[in-house]
């Protein structure tokens, strides 16, 4: 089942802009990964965020992660027509089954 | 580094006929490869999960005689659609994960996906 629920579901966004999309989760989890998907493409890992971390940054990506609230959020800075993608999140369970369950995904459109 | 393959790319088959799908980590030992199932604006659906020398592990829900996973060795797992029909069109991508502990033991890494339409 899809435990993860994102928000909003479509972003539309200036060039320049920030984008940020949210993500929320049901279960205790050892860590939540971003991941990037272009249409019809294979998804490539953005970042992951361990249980026991806030914040974490690379290049213009950065994610906050809130156990007590069981959310995180992505945000892209300085965004670029390239950034155009679908961004899911997914959650890796503490349960010990080591797998992956995404999120319902955020559509993004960035234009020039 | 950790880079993984699916072949085909694509494929149309007949309604009623077996395809099998191919995954492979090229540059890493893949202990345990996934498989998912994602249709067209909707988010992934995890089929199976699958350890090198051992029999999948299907979710609730996936017929295991419908979609034949086979592990066989550390680099190449293998999802096959047997008599396939029209409902069984959808994107199918595959996902690896090394050995725990070292980094490609906690990420698992995704192939291009496969589209599968069967007429």
């Known amino acids: 089942s899809q435990q993860g629920e994102e928000d909003p579901q479509a972003l539309s966004i200036q060039e320049g802009e920030n984008a940020t999309m949210n993500c929320s989760y049901k279960?205790?989890?050892?860590?939540l990964q971003w991941y990037r998907q272009n249409s019809g493409r294979g998804l490539v890992h953005l970042i992951l965020?361990?249980?026991?971390?806030r914040e974490k940054h690379s290049g213009r990506l950065r994610v906050t992660l809130d156990t007590s609230k069981k959310s995180s959020s992505l945000l892209i800075t300085a965004s670029r027509a390239a950034d155009t993608a679908s961004y899911f999140c997914?959650?890796?369970?503490?349960?010990?089954?080591?797998?992956?369950?995404f999120g319902t995904g955020t559509q993004l459109k960035v234009e020039l | 580094g950790a880079v993984v393959s699916q072949h085909p790319s694509r494929v149309i088959c007949k309604s009623g006929t077996s395809v099998k799908i191919e995954c492979r980590s090229l540059?890493?030992?893949?202990?345990?490869m996934f498989w998912y199932r994602q249709f067209p604006k909707k988010s992934l659906m995890l089929m199976a999960t699958?350890?090198?020398?051992?029999?999948?592990?299907?979710e609730q829900g996936v017929e295991k005689d419908k979609f034949l996973i086979n592990h066989a060795s550390l680099t190449l797992s293998t999802l096959t659609v047997t008599s396939a029909h029209p409902e069984d069109s959808s994107f199918y991508i595959c996902?690896?994960?090394?050995?725990?502990?070292?980094?490609?033991?906690?990420?698992?890494?995704f192939g291009p996906g496969t589209r599968l339409l069967v007429l």
């Open positions: 996902s690896a994960r090394g050995l725990a502990g070292v980094q490609t033991g906690e990420t698992q890494y």
């Open positions: 279960t205790s989890i050892n860590n």
């Open positions: 965020i361990r249980s026991n971390e």
């Open positions: 997914a959650t890796d369970g503490a349960g010990g089954e080591n797998k992956l369950t």
């Open positions: 540059d890493f030992q893949a202990t345990t």
């Open positions: 699958s350890n090198e020398g051992s029999k999948a592990t299907y």
